[in-house]
């Protein structure tokens, strides 16, 4: 059994910073990535960033939506199965409920499957 488990939203101030972690736990064989997922009222779930791990120490590809490009920043630290986003210069239109994802292969089944967080509010006000 696997688990994420969210931390680190809240309300802010447009301009704003705040960082979420997630950390991985349960029956883990290997991470292959762990990313953000964000869900605005009345819009369809879209990827915000995801790191996808290269074997080496806390090193890893990226990717982000053009949205946060230059404003987020996501790292990982494989240790602690874990995954960060700093969220900097926040905007209104980033609120939502932000959800994190991995990419994990569990001792107990033969493939990677994707798992997720329970979803933490993220609310910027103008």
């Known amino acids: 059994h696997v688990q994420l488990v969210e931390s680190g939203g809240g309300l802010v101030q447009s301009g704003g910073s705040l960082r979420l972690s997630c950390a991985a736990s349960g029956t883990i064989y290997s991470i292959k990535r762990m990313g953000w997922y964000r869900q605005a009222p009345g819009k369809e779930r879209e990827l915000v960033a995801r790191i996808t791990f290269t074997g080496v120490t806390n090193s890893g590809v990226t990717n982000y939506a053009d949205s946060v490009m230059g404003r987020f920043v996501i790292s990982g630290d494989n240790g602690k199965n874990t995954v960060y986003l700093q969220m900097n210069n926040l905007k209104p239109g980033d609120t939502a409920v932000y959800y994190c994802?991995?990419?994990?292969?569990?001792?107990?089944?033969?493939?990677?499957?994707?798992?997720w967080g329970q979803g933490t509010q993220v609310t910027v006000s103008s």
């Open positions: 994802n991995s990419l994990i292969i569990d001792r107990n089944n033969l493939g990677p499957a994707d798992y």
